[in-house]
C-alpha cells in the first residue's frame, strides 16, 4: 500500500484479508494474557473502524494498530468494570444501612435486611444481587434471558418489592 489514501472498498478488502491474521498475532504476541476470541474481537472493532474512515487514511497500517491498541485499552477498561456477579443467593448481600439524623427508627438493621430480601422470591433476590454487585442491565438482560428494558423493569419492580418490606417493617416498629 501506498502513503496516498486508498480509495475503493476493493483495497480495503484486500488490506483486511493480508493484515487481519498477521494483526491478531501481533497483538496476541503484545499481550499474552488476552485470549483469541478477544483479540480477533478487538482486531475486528479497530478494523470496522479503519473502514469508517478509509478515503482519508494516509497510512493503512499505522492507523490500524493505533485504532487496535485504543480498542485494546478500551477492551481492558470494560473487563476491569465487570465485576463477577453471584447468581445464586447463598452468598448474602451486605448492605451498610446509615440512619437519618434523628430518625433511627427508619432503618432496618442489616440482619433484618438480609432476611427481608429472603421473603422475596428468587427472581427479585437475583436480580437485587447482580445489582448489588454492579451488573448493568445489559449483563443482566443476558443472564436473565431478556431485554435490557425488561431487565430495568424487574429489577425496579424487585426494589419496589424490598422497599414495601422495609416499610412494613419501620412501621410494625413504630
Known amino acids: 500500500m501506498s502513503n496516498e489514501a486508498p480509495r475503493t472498498m476493493d483495497e480495503f478488502r484486500s488490506f483486511f484479508r493480508t493484515r487481519y491474521n498477521p494483526t491478531v498475532r501481533r497483538l496476541m504476541a503484545r499481550e499474552s494474557r488476552l485470549a483469541q476470541a478477544d ?18 487514511v494516509r497510512d493503512p497500517e499505522a492507523f490500524l494498530w493505533d485504532r487496535v ?6 477492551f481492558w477498561r470494560k473487563q476491569q468494570a465487570l465485576r463477577e456477579v453471584p ?3 447463598s452468598e448474602k448481600i451486605v448492605v451498610q444501612t ?8 427508619h432503618c432496618v438493621g ?14 427479585d433476590q ?20 431478556t431485554t435490557e ?19 412494613q417493617e419501620t412501621e410494625v416498629r413504630r
Open 149 to 167: 428494558q425488561a431487565a430495568r423493569v424487574r429489577l425496579h419492580r424487585a426494589k419496589k418489592r424490598l422497599q414495601k418490606l422495609v416499610t
Open 87 to 89: 447468581c445464586e443467593m
Open 126 to 145: 437475583r436480580v437485587i444481587a447482580m445489582d448489588y454487585f454492579g451488573a448493568t442491565a445489559a449483563q443482566q438482560a443476558k443472564e436473565l434471558g
Open 98 to 105: 446509615a440512619p437519618k439524623d434523628g430518625e433511627p427508627e
Open 69 to 74: 491498541i485504543k480498542r485494546h485499552v478500551d
Open 39 to 56: 483479540a480477533e474481537d478487538v482486531v475486528a472493532a479497530a478494523f470496522q473502524e479503519t473502514a469508517q474512515w478509509w478515503t482519508s
Open 110 to 123: 442489616l440482619l433484618r435486611l438480609n432476611e427481608l430480601i429472603g421473603q422475596l422470591s428468587t427472581d
